[in-house]
T-cell receptor
Framework: SQTIHQWPATLVQPVGSPLSLECTVEGTSNPNLYWYRQAAGRGLQLLFY??????ISSEVPQNLSASRPQDRQFILSSKKLLLSDSGFYLC?????????????FGEGSRLTVL | AQSVTQPDIHITVSEGASLELRCNYS??????LFWYVQSPGQGLQLLLKYFSGDTLVQGIKGFEAEFKRSQSSFNLRKPSVHWSDAAEYFC?????????FGTGTRLTIIP
């Protein structure tokens, strides 16, 4: 069966420090991968999605970047964190080319920038 | 571009009472619609989805949703809520391989 792992679960970082959140999927090949951010009272905002290795689409301009170095690995990064980067980050995957495919979510990473 | 509106930010219901969470969508073609539930500090779990066919969709945990094209709505219902249903609920529509979520409705259950 397919599983998705996301880490770290909790992170407290100072302003200006770098960030790396990792997500891996097991049990499937060539998934669509997504990074969402959930800020308090603002629902889920799609940050990045990827349909293949090295292919990243950014949905909103921001202080973050994403990379997909392997088929089932998706990394969210920042060189210098801002206070506004605080939030709950969710990685998700879906089956490629299935328009109605549901998303399967990781357990999330809570980032607090101080 | 697609969009989803969940007009109720927070709803409180008594345990055993019925529930309806509202969702309105905007999408140019036939929508694929979803309801997800999120327990505090957790990821999201799919409750149910609508692709086509019967407009009344049954999901897990006793939830159902009805697709009404004329009203651009996909409201979530449950006849009798349990304390374990307290969570945040998200409606979503898919378009161009991406899922767009509403801002969510937080459900509180009182004894």
């Amino acid at each position: 069966s397919q599983t998705i792992h996301q880490w770290p679960a909790t992170l407290v970082q100072p302003v200006g420090s770098p960030l790396s959140l990792e997500c891996t999927v097991e049990g499937t090949s060539n998934p669509n991968l997504y990074w969402y951010r959930q800020a308090a009272g603002r629902g889920l905002q799609l940050l990045f999605y990827s349909v293949g290795i090295g292919q990243i689409s950014s949905e909103v301009p921001q202080n973050l970047s994403a990379s997909r170095p392997q088929d089932r690995q998706f990394i969210l990064s920042s060189k210098k964190l801002l206070l506004s980067d605080s939030g709950f980050y969710l990685c998700a995957w879906s089956v490629v080319a299935t328009r109605g495919g549901e998303l399967f979510f990781g357990e999330g990473s809570r980032l607090t920038v101080l | 571009a697609q969009s989803v509106t969940q007009p109720d930010i927070h709803i409180t219901v008594s345990e055993g009472a019925s529930l309806e969470l509202r969702c309105n969508y905007s999408y140019g073609a036939t929508p694929y619609l979803f309801w997800y539930v999120q327990s505090p500090g957790q990821g999201l779990q799919l409750l149910l989805k609508y692709f086509s066919g019967d407009t009344l969709v049954q999901g897990i945990k006793g939830f159902e949703a009805e697709f009404k094209r004329s009203q651009s709505s996909f409201n979530l219902r449950k006849p009798s809520v349990h304390w374990s249903d307290a969570a945040e609920y998200f409606c979503a529509v898919v378009g161009n391989e991406k899922l767009t979520f509403g801002t969510g409705t937080r459900l509180t259950i009182i004894p």
